[in-house]
């Protein structure tokens, strides 16, 4: 499972950059803005360098930039809709860092650390992102992550209601679709499985002989037969 087909789109202050730059200068024309230069941090070569490595790298190193980014103070507080849209970059990324930790930590088969790393994802996204669409993408990630952690331990029911508000948020993400075909699997519910993975091939033609082991998925799911938990990853 790569950092690139679990989010298929760069970290939201790289995303964001243009968006945080306008912010700035909108933000420096304002009395009571004075907290620019914080801000201004979010768009330095070594944050975009920390954001690529833990979103784009793998194992311990990615992890530790990830860590880096959700070990980062609280923004201090802005005047208005400028300034808050600003904290709002601010806290997408640190939920997408908790995300994309968590998936680091179980590729280093350190599990309930990814389980914790997960949950602080969403707690973070729910709390702090608000309903906007624009931020859908890193939502859907975080929801995705908790879904795959919630799946690897045994929290099927929970797994997969984490993976269908992962879908609903960002419907062409296929590697989330590939996590609910497993957790249905499991779950017994063969139709929903296969559904899912007819949503996949769809998405990614390419997808099932990047990861021929979901043919497996398949196949068990054909047959009626349950793949326990953890069998499979997506």
């Not at 068990?220 to 997506?234: C, E, F, I, K, M």
Request: net charge neutral; glycine share 8%.
């Amino acid at each position: 499972m790569d950092s690139e087909r679990i989010l298929p789109h760069r970290s939201p202050t790289e995303l964001n950059a243009s968006v945080v730059g306008v912010g700035l200068a909108v933000c420096l024309s304002l009395t009571g803005c004075a907290s620019t230069d914080y801000h201004r941090s979010m768009l330095s070569e070594d944050a975009q360098q920390r954001s690529a490595r833990c979103w784009q790298g793998t194992g311990q190193a990615a992890l530790a930039a990830c860590r880096e980014i959700t070990s980062l103070p609280d923004p201090p507080s802005m005047p208005g809709s400028v300034g808050q849209g600003l904290n709002r970059i601010f806290y997408a990324e640190r939920a997408g860092a908790y995300a994309m930790g968590s998936i680091h930590l179980r590729q280093l088969k350190r599990e309930q650390e990814a389980f914790d790393a997960s949950e602080k994802a969403v707690a973070v996204a729910t709390s702090r992102l608000g309903t906007d669409a624009h931020y859908h993408p890193t939502l859907a990630l975080a929801y995705f992550a908790r879904g795959l952690s919630r799946g690897f331990a045994n929290q099927l029911e929970g797994s997969e209601i984490d993976l269908r508000e992962a879908v609903a948020l960002k419907p062409d993400y296929a590697t989330a679709w590939a996590a609910l075909s497993v957790t249905t699997n499991a779950r017994g519910d063969f139709s929903e499985s296969l559904k899912a993975l007819e949503r996949v091939a769809t998405l990614d033609p390419k997808y099932l002989e990047k990861k021929p082991q979901l043919l497996e998925v398949r196949s068990a799911s054909l047959a009626g037969r349950r793949l326990p938990p953890g069998t499979v990853s997506p």
